[in-house]
Structures are given as C-alpha cells and as structure tokens.
C-alpha cells in the first residue's frame, strides 16, 4: 500500500513537472512604461477651451487642438504563445495625461484654463510575430477598451475677486482600436527586452460631471451650490419643458461630447517567460 502511495504521489509530481516544462515557454508577463504625443486632437470650442484676448471691444481667438492622450503611461501586460508566430496579449495601462493649458486674457484680468485625463486602459491583442530566436520583431492589433477622469480647472484673477473652480468628468465606457509595432530582445531564457512604436484611436463620452472645487477670494461656495447647479449629467438626448421650474434638487443636463484620446507613443518593457 505504501509503494502504490509512493507511486501516485510521483506520477503526479512528474505529471505536474512536465506540464509546466510543457507550458513555459507558452506564457508569459510584462511591465511597460512609455509617453503618448497627441494624434487627432480636436478644438474643444464646447468647452471655451480657446486662447483669446480681448482689448479694446475686439477680441481675438486662436484655436487649440487638443488630445487627453498625450501623456504617460505605465502598463502591465500578460500573453500566451500558440506558437512561434501568434499569441494573444492582455494589456492593462494607466494613462496620466498632460494638462492642457489655455489662457482668456481681457483688461481687467485673466482666465486661466486647465484640461488634465486619468484612465484605465485595458487591450485585448493578437500578436504576430517574425518567431526569430534572438531578436523577434512584431505587430500587434487589438480592441481598446477605456474609462477615466477629466478635470477642467478654471481660475480667474481679475480686479474685483479671485476664483478657483474644478469641475470633474467621468463614468462610461469608450471602445476604440490599437495597434503597435516593434521587437523584443531575448537577453536569457527567462527575460527579454521590449520596445514598441503604439498606436491609440479613442473618444470617451463621460456621462457624469460634479464641481469639486469652488473658491471666491479664498472663501469655499460649494456647500452653497445647489445640485442643478453643482452636477451634470450628460445624455444622448433630453428634452426640457419651458413651462416646468427647474428642479435644483436634480443635476443639470446637456449633451454627451466625445473627447479625443488619440495617441501616437513609445513603450519600453521588460518580458519575464514562465
């Protein structure tokens, strides 16, 4: 009885061992880091986000195109080889855009602007690759999956008050595409070495904003807000009735804008091989 429990317990130790020999090379882990330069950034006139200057009763524009997915971003990936040339990948990334500046000049003072992104990120990929022992260049193509934050900041200093106001968007989902190419260096059995040239197409509707901030000369007027006039919930559509008072104890509504999250960038990694 003590040899047959011997033996079981061996077959399955061996079976054990030879299935993850089978499978290490299959699997495999990753960290990236990398910056986004702005593709397809658009005017956010919605928003007043403009350069202008106003001097003598004229007052002067200029457009600035922007795009919430410039910025950094750190990501952790995990993938599978079918074989030497096709794996699927899952990347999870965290995007920390650049903030965004504009400027409202006029005689009595200014207004300052600010656009500034988070989000989550997530990337389901096929991955193609040349399958070369050593250095292994690839593609990838893939569903772009993501959800975040925007926070417009607007501060006036003019010659009668100060204001600070912090107004923050979020909720709902976007869908886009991305694509990359580039190679992986092996550098031992286990570890390698990645850099990647990566592609983002994306537009994010949030569907919820709230005044987080709200100063007056140093003195904090949120608590006075009411609710139509603190949050707003933006639809695909919405009707208003001109002869019903508003409900201030209901969030304001507007329209769903889609804001550009486009990017070009370059990531750098390191691979780990189970």
Known sequence: MKNKYLTTISIIL???????????????????????????GQNLYYFDFTNNTSRNNAITYDAVFVS???????????????????????????????????????QQGITTCFLASQMIQVMPTLVLSAGMHKIQPFMKLGVLIGTGRIDYEKNT????????????????????????????????????????????????????????????DGIDVLPEMTVYEKETDYLSHYSVDENVPVDTSKPDEKLKQRLPFGSIGIKVGIVYNF
């Not at 989902?173 to 570890?191: D, T, Y």
């Not at 994306?202 to 569907?207: D, G």
């Open 14 to 40: 061996i079976t054990i061992f030879l299935f993850t020999q089978a499978g290490a090379q299959k699997f495999y882990t990753g960290l990236t880091s990398g910056y986004n330069l702005a593709l397809g």
């Open 68 to 106: 919430l997915g410039q910025g950094m971003n750190i990501g952790l990936n995990c993938g599978y080889h079918f074989n030497d040339h096709i794996a699927c990948e899952l990347d999870v990334s965290w995007l920390k855009g650049d903030k965004q500046k504009v400027e409202h000049k006029y």
């Open 157 to 216: 200093d003019d010659n009668e008050h100060s204001q600070i106001k912090v107004f923050r968007m979020n909720g709902g989902i976007a869908v886009g595409a991305g694509a990359a190419a580039g190679v992986k260096i092996n550098i031992s059995e286990k570890l390698s070495l990645s850099g990647e040239v990566a592609l983002k197409n994306l537009n994010y509707a949030p569907v919820h904003g709230e005044y987080i901030q709200a100063e007056i």
